[in-house]
């Protein structure tokens, strides 16, 4: 639900009953954002939880922000290499960089599609460099430790481009087969081509489907 352009929020996550966007002024590397807690059922605020001014290395957009709840009180925004960490019980926030090796030139890497791990504490999310995906995993403890736990591109048939689609794609991870699943709108122009993957984590292998 939109009120006013000033107003449009992103990647909506639920924690602990709460639903909760963040809202992003971009101007160049300078990055304003507010997350903010929302009315499920109208669309509109009801508060702002936190708001803080960055300046980041790589794009951080509203069309390439991804949302994910631990299960508890804290809530995680990413976007390129930028994650937002968000305590919604002590209303605090702080960014990490994930990846401080991003290079526009040399190293243009992007992460999207953010899940949680929760057994094991880890955010998981597709690394896309290279028109190449990995499956990564990273800790935050403090700093972030990023580990590649599967490699997707290698999985894929010679016939598709070797890389998730970042504009047109969904991701969900499942604890009960410890599998993360990725749909994709793979080919843009027709002949359409939508697939459905399924990365098991325990078996590491993955499941590929053409959908449509």
Do not use: W
């Amino acid at each position: 639900t939109f009120f006013s352009q000033k107003d449009n929020f992103v990647s909506p996550v639920f924690s602990q009953g709460n639903l909760y966007a963040i809202k992003l002024k971009v101007d160049n590397f300078v990055v304003n954002y507010e997350v903010i807690q929302i009315d499920p059922l109208a669309g509109g605020q009801i508060s702002s939880v936190s708001s803080k001014s960055i300046t980041v290395k790589s794009p951080c957009t509203p069309a390439t922000m991804s949302s994910v709840c631990n299960g508890g009180d804290l809530i995680y925004f990413l976007s390129g290499t930028n994650l937002i960490e968000v305590n919604v019980s002590t209303k605090t926030s702080r960014y990490i960089d994930i990846d401080p090796s991003f290079n526009a030139t040399n190293n243009n890497v992007i992460y999207l599609g953010l899940e949680y791990k929760r057994d094991e504490g880890l955010l998981l999310a597709l690394k896309n460099i290279n028109r190449v995906s990995t499956l990564v995993s990273i800790k935050i403890n403090p700093t972030p430790v990023l580990t590649t736990i599967f490699d997707i591109a290698s999985k894929f048939p010679d016939i598709v481009d070797r890389q998730i689609n970042p504009e047109f794609y969904s991701t969900t991870y499942d604890p009960c087969d410890n599998s993360y699943y990725i749909s994709e709108l793979h080919k843009i122009s027709a002949p359409l081509s939508t697939y459905l993957i399924e990365v098991n984590l325990d078996r590491k292998e993955m499941k590929f489907k053409e959908v449509a």
